[in-house]
Nanobody, 124 residues
Framework: QVQLVESGGGLVQAGGSLMLTCAVSGRTFNSNAMAWFRQAPGKDREIVAASSSSGRSTYYADSVKGRFTISRDNARNLVYLQMNSLKPEDTAVYYC?????????????????WGQGTQVTVSS
């Protein structure tokens, strides 16, 4: 019943910026903590950022602190990931995920719903 669709990925040069958007359908969005994960080729899926259902509490992986910002617009059922100062190591498929909890988790297995992903490629 809950569906997530990511958009906004693309090819960008190192130092550039992208904003990813996750559109959520379903009646439980305002009660869901949300997160962004990414997976590079041959690598494990890793959390990038997470937000509590209210957006008041957030989490960032050390690798993206100070560069990425997660935000949400509950009235429009949207979650954003603003990515600045992109590096080649940020290249990955980025996934939006939702939990049934109102507070975020940091493990991928704790998330109940996933989008199909959007490719972000950062060239050097």
């Amino acid at each position: 019943q809950v569906q997530l669709v990511e958009s906004g990925g693309g090819l960008v040069q190192a130092g550039g910026s992208l904003m990813l958007t996750c559109a959520v359908s379903g009646r439980t969005f305002n009660s869901n903590a949300m997160a962004w994960f990414r997976q590079a080729p041959g690598k494990d899926r890793e959390i990038v950022a997470a937000s509590s259902s209210s957006g008041r509490s957030t989490y960032y992986a050390d690798s993206v602190k100070g560069r990425f910002t997660i935000s949400r617009d509950n009235a429009r059922n949207l979650v954003y990931l603003q990515m600045n100062s992109l590096k080649p190591e940020d290249t990955a498929v980025y996934y939006c995920a939702a939990t049934l909890s109102t507070y975020y988790r940091i493990g991928s297995r704790e998330y109940d719903y996933w989008g199909q992903g959007t490719q972000v490629t950062v060239s050097s």
